[in-house]
Nanobody
Framework: VQLQASGGGLVQPGGSLGLSCIVS????????MGWYRQAPGKQREMVAT???????DYTNSVKGRFTISRDNAKNTVTLQMNSLKPEDTAVYYC????????????????WGQGTLVTVSS
């Protein structure tokens, strides 16, 4: 199973950017999906998560600015980021929990390769 994230880049403060992540490979099922980020010199933190039923959770610093969504039929998760701030600068990682076809009894967690978001004027 592979997660491929895209959409990072350079944006000015106050601007918007969208991230997408597609899950491919021998997927049997996907439960939760999410986005995490890691800024230079800091630990990786949860940004937003979404369950298979569509329930969402956000870290306080992005509430009202970021929106997570998913397309279960396409195994994709997106993160729409508005009103971006310099402190949002980080490498963003997509994440998914689920099971793969090789052994459906074992729950697994998969990570994407990360995409850099830089908010700067």
């Amino acid at each position: 199973v592979q997660l491929q994230a895209s959409g990072g880049g350079l944006v000015q403060p106050g601007g918007s950017l969208g991230l997408s992540c597609i899950v491919s490979g021998r997927v049997f099922s996907i439960n939760g999906m999410g986005w995490y980020r890691q800024a230079p010199g800091k630990q990786r933190e949860m940004v937003a998560t979404i369950t298979s039923a569509g329930s969402t959770d956000y870290t306080n610093s992005v509430k009202g600015r970021f929106t997570i969504s998913r397309d279960n039929a396409k195994n994709t998760v997106t993160l729409q980021m508005n009103s971006l701030k310099p402190e949002d600068t980080a490498v963003y990682y997509c994440n998914a929990d689920g099971r793969d076809i090789s052994n459906v009894l074992i729950p697994r967690t998969w990570w994407g390769q990360g995409t850099l978001v830089t908010v700067s004027s």
